[in-house]
């Protein structure tokens, strides 16, 4: 047989570029802003996981692309405060 081509599968976190350590992470502050009540279970489980219970709570957060990006998926109960 002429050319084969081999591939690879490598895993996911592996084609990610490291973080270096010594390389500061800037922090987000997170509020709960409306109720998750009437929330599909799905979004319920996102504002649980950034640690938000109760409403005008405030966490603060690393400003990662993980924490961003669940903030986005429920923009619309959340607000980031400077």
Do not use: T, W, Y
């Amino acid at each position: 047989m002429a050319d084969q081509i081999e591939i690879k599968m490598v895993p996911s976190h592996a084609r990610m570029p490291a973080r270096k350590k010594s390389e500061p992470v800037g922090r987000i502050r997170i509020k709960l802003v409306r109720s998750p009540i009437c929330a599909p279970e799905k979004q319920k489980r996102v504002v649980k996981g950034l640690g938000l219970r109760k409403l005008n709570q405030i966490v603060e957060r690393p400003d990662l692309p993980e924490f961003r990006g669940m903030v986005k998926k429920v923009p619309h109960l959340l607000q980031v405060v400077d």
